[in-house]
């Protein structure tokens, strides 16, 4: 399966334009494509690694990657998915945070001559002649067709202020200078980039004519990824500083059984053929699935040595609820509502995990409670007397765990 084909049945394209012309730069290894990362934080999180991962694939299949960082940009900020405009930074911060994705993109992607490229915007952004700029690229765009795009509705009714307004011009101007500079001739993003992206490739046919030939393409679950990065607690980072090796090892662990397959299709290199067998897997089969998820991950990006500690970290904590030191609490029958179940938050407090109910249930909500190892999803979750007939052990966070045992009447 070449590519083009293995990034479609992975789910990892949702559109482009030029499809045909698509296929076959990158099958045969001629795409020199860029994606962007605006430097907000001092560190890259789950939400940017789907994007860090396809980089990888298409560099593995003779493609050349450019990591754009938006040392420029950045001092803008990105309107898209936003309700709020971000935070304003200063050009020290973001020169930091700029040097600190570097660092950790070189787990993925391999630099240096005629290997990829790490790009600041910065060098063509920082130093612009405003009336110039505006001239030359400003009279390209349609207003009225930036007031359709998604990125831009979304805020029209909160207040959309002109400084954000232009971000839709930097992002197309970049690909612009990168075409130019660079013969960069496809870009990648996610879903929720489509409209910003779009107008990169316009401005290069418009400014160069015919011969200009510059493809968009984006990711099925981009803006997805943005969401996995996030979780009560804040962000879920690549640094191991931010998130340990373990947590993040963790994080990947208790992913939805709904989602197991999705995340190892679209974030793994394990064969395809590999992971379509796991479709048939289920109940315990389908943890098993999760611990390849969360192995696979964390060696990516901590290293073989980290996932294997976090691995029997994780398996030495779990089978400690598994002896007889584990603390216990029973229960019977009193304690079964008349449907003839007991919920998770009556067994949290009855256990000692929680004073209240409203504590449990906060606890839940946080993503903080499981069952076997499983994360409880539901507020509501209940269990009959049939769920107690083997071992259960029940969780709140990362040390305190229960055995819960029915007595008999």
Not at 2 to 23: M, S
Request: aromatic share 10%; glycine share 8%.
């Amino acid at each position: 399966m070449k590519i083009f084909e293995e990034l479609t049945a992975r789910g990892l394209i949702a559109q482009t334009t030029d499809e045909p012309e698509i296929r076959e730069l990158v099958n045969n290894g001629k795409a020199t494509f860029y994606i962007g990362f605006d430097p907000t934080a001092d560190s890259l999180h789950v939400g940017h690694f789907m994007a860090l991962c396809l980089m990888k694939r298409l560099q593995m299949a003779g493609n050349r990657p450019i990591a754009l960082v938006g040392g420029g940009t950045g001092m803008i900020g990105d309107p898209s998915g936003r309700t709020d405009m971000r935070k304003m930074m200063t050009t020290e911060t973001i020169d930091h945070n700029c040097e600190c994705f570097k660092k950790q993109m070189s787990r993925f992607i391999e630099f240096g001559e005629d290997k990829a490229l790490m790009v600041n915007n910065a060098d063509w952004l920082r130093d612009l002649n405003y009336i110039e700029f505006i001239r030359d690229i400003g009279s390209q765009f349609s207003v009225n067709k930036m007031l359709a795009a998604e990125c831009y509705k979304q805020r029209l009714e909160r207040g959309l202020n002109f400084l954000e307004f232009n971000y839709m011009l930097m992002q197309g101007y970049d690909f612009y200078m990168l075409y130019q500079k660079y013969g960069c001739n496809m870009e990648f993003g996610g879903d929720d980039q489509w409209s910003n992206m779009l107008a990169g490739t316009e401005l290069i046919r418009k400014k160069l004519g015919k011969d200009a030939y510059a493809m968009t393409i984006t990711l099925l679950l981009n803006s997805e990824g943005k969401k996995m990065g996030k979780t009560a607690k804040g962000a879920v980072w690549l640094d191991p500083d931010k998130t340990t090796p373990y947590d993040f090892y963790q994080y990947w662990r208790n992913v939805g059984d709904q989602d197991v397959l999705k995340c190892l299709k679209m974030l793994t290199f394990l064969p395809l053929e590999q992971i379509q067998e796991m479709e048939k897997w289920e109940g315990q089969e389908l943890n098993q699935a999760k611990v390849i998820l969360a192995k696979e991950l964390t060696e990516l990006v901590h290293g073989k040595d980290e996932a294997e500690k976090a691995d029997v970290a994780a398996k030495a904590i779990f089978m400690a609820g598994t002896t007889e030191n584990m603390p216990e609490t029973e229960i019977d029958s009193s304690d079964f509502r008349e449907d003839g179940t007991v919920d998770c938050q009556a067994l949290l407090v009855k256990a000692g995990l929680v004073k209240t109910r409203t504590e449990g249930r906060r606890a839940i909500e946080q993503g903080g409670v499981q069952v076997n190892g499983e994360k409880v999803m539901d507020v509501k979750a209940a269990y009959t007397k049939d769920a107690f007939a083997e071992e259960f052990v029940l969780r709140r966070g990362k040390k305190n765990y229960r055995k819960i045992v029915l007595k008999e009447d």
